[in-house]
């Protein structure tokens, strides 16, 4: 049972005679479907590549149906400090813009996130106020005035 797949080469280094797994295939089946929605891959060398799939029977071989493709991008750090980062740097960025030490990206789109959160600032405070006003309390609104002194009355 030495005879190999058509195509396929015996590897001298113990290295790359690794068989490759359902799952290895499955990757590389993955990377060649997102080579061809990026448009690296015309869907003829889609093709000739998934039936070639099949026929490697080692890693090396594998890793030949992608090597003219860029790698997949690095992975996330999982957690909170990317996005604490990411805040910061967008602080950052917001302040040196604030402080003229940095041109505006997008002319006008900070005066519309100003005014948007002012905005909603303001309707903030308004609600605040109603409910001073008409003193939410555990049972909802409190009664006032005249009703408050004639439902005390039986």
Not at 66 to 71: I, M, Q, R, S
Not at 107 to 114: E, F, H
């Amino acid at each position: 049972m030495n005879e190999n797949a058509p195509g396929t080469t015996l590897p001298t280094d113990t290295a790359d005679g690794i068989r490759c797994s359902d799952a290895e295939r499955e990757q590389v089946r993955a990377a060649l479907y997102a080579a061809a929605g990026e448009g690296r891959l015309t869907m003829d060398e889609v093709e000739e590549r998934l039936a070639r799939i099949e026929e490697v029977r080692f890693r090396h071989e594998l890793a030949g149906l992608t090597a003219d493709l860029p790698g997949p991008e690095p992975a996330a750090a999982p957690g909170w400090r990317p996005i604490v980062a990411g805040v910061r740097r967008a602080l950052a960025a917001d302040l040196a813009v604030l402080l003229g030490r940095s041109p505006e990206p997008a002319p006008g789109r900070r005066r519309l996130l100003l005014i948007v959160t002012v905005l909603i600032g303001l309707l903030v405070a308004a609600a605040v106020v109603v409910a001073a006003v008409h003193g939410f309390g555990g049972d909802g609104f409190e009664p006032h005035g005249i009703e408050a002194g004639e439902h005390g009355r039986g």
